[in-house]
């Protein structure tokens, strides 16, 4: 296990560095927002929906137990929220920054994913009759006995998309997200026998889960719907959460990478300071060696040529 150094690393100090290195995945995240805005824009494609098939479209047609303004509540800010306790507990910004940048890459892709196969498919709601035809008289074309709407345009567009359920696959985005990011925290798989461990992080999920059985109840969705959708946000959540922190049985499964790889750093950082001090020692250590070994021989020389001078005084 590397060298643990938690406190030292709070936004103020190294937040910006942080944010620099990934620049590139903020741009990215916007660029997501952007398609996301055009996707529920655009009209989806309106599917044949014969005079016949009406008999399992015709729910009726009420609020929503959740509604939509609810999803990004449930699915971001919630574990924006627990995300935020751990950094005031720990004061680690690359655990914050690497949490916050993959809950919103879960929550993004997952979005744009659900709303591009909404408009694909366009797959009619379990209450598509009543968007349609909201006095209850049904028109059909004469010949191929399609739907001619006499809705509210915008009524009948939502009508469109029910195939997945977006509510399902952003709130498993974001509490699936949660439920992973709360296992490597709390250390769920550490082989000690802690069940309440495990209820912590399904708690997330079952929130997750009656979201999308609110949507079968409110006859939004089929149930096909919300088991796609379901399915899509928890695929899309775990490969965002894998790419920013190890698994949560792995030892170092309580940290982002981007810790573990600055530690890497700073210690391959002091091993190359250390060993650039060593080699000037050597070479500091080898200078002396030179002149203490050149000393002698010029006393030497000077001795010879004292003698020389006396001898030739001698000789005169």
Known sequence: MPEIQLGSHTIRSHGAQVARVHMHDWLILMLLVVIEIILNIIEPFHRFVGEDMMTDLKYPLQDNTIPLWAVPIIAIILP??????????????????????GLLFSVLITGVITDAIKDAVGRPRPDFFWRCFPDGKGVFHPVTRNVQCTGFKSVIKEGHKSFPSGHTSWSFAGLGFLAWYLSGKIRVFDRRGH?????????????????????????????????????????????CYLQFFPPPYDVDGWAPHAYFNMLADSRNGNQSSSINANALTVRHSE??????????????????????????????
């Open 80 to 101: 924006f929220i627990v995300i935020i306790i751990f950094y005031f507990i720990r004061h680690d910004v690359y655990d914050l920054h690497q949490a916050i940048l």
């Open 195 to 239: 069940v309440a461990k495990l209820c912590v992080i399904l708690l997330p999920l079952l929130v997750a889960a009656l979201v999308g059985v609110s949507r079968v109840d409110d006859y939004w969705h089929h149930w096909q719907d919300v088991f796609a959708g379901g399915l899509l946000g928890m695929t899309v959540a775990s490969f």
């Open 287 to 316: 200078f002396e060696s030179v002149y203490i070994r050149s000393a002698p021989d010029a006393n030497a020389q000077d001795s010879s040529s004292i003698l020389e001078d006396m001898e030739s005084g001698r000789r005169n």
